[in-house]
């Protein structure tokens, strides 16, 4: 097997792991409405994972651009995962106004989990419109 797609099942499965974990802590959380979001996300952000690295063997990219995708992938759901999880610790909620509702944090933490949950997702984005490009290429 080629090493990305089991790195990318690696990273699901401990994203995923990750995720389980965390809904012990719901209860404790400064805001547990933001702990159900972030466990949901790393949830379903190990599964995105899973799906890129089972579908890897159907891309056409240079490896550069597989080392790009995985790297963006991986980083991007990984920081959005752990957006989540600082703004559901510390009570922060700009970047993520329906589940925060009610809470506010300091401006440092504020702007941390905007920070991350928006280098996330454009990172995650990113990965997406390369697998997406190595999906449509062709074979030759």
């Not at 099942?9 to 805001?31: E, K, Y």
Request: glycine share 8%; charged share 5%.
């Amino acid at each position: 097997m080629n090493p990305i797609p089991q790195q990318l099942l690696i990273a699901g499965t401990v994203l995923f792991l990750l995720s389980l974990l965390v809904a012990f802590a719901i209860p404790v959380l400064a805001n547990p409405r933001m702990g159900v979001a972030v466990h949901v996300a790393g949830l379903q952000s190990g599964m995105t994972l899973w799906a890129m690295g089972l579908m890897w063997q159907h891309l056409v990219l240079s490896e550069v651009a597989q080392r790009t995708a995985q790297f963006t992938a991986t980083a991007g759901l990984y920081a959005i995962f752990a957006s989540i999880l600082l703004a559901a610790v510390w009570g922060a909620s700009r970047a993520l106004p329906i589940a925060g509702a009610g809470h506010q944090a300091s401006r440092l933490r504020e702007m941390a989990v905007t920070a991350l949950i928006a280098g996330g997702s454009v990172a995650i984005t990113v990965a997406v419109l390369i697998v997406l490009w190595g999906l449509c290429a062709s074979k030759p």
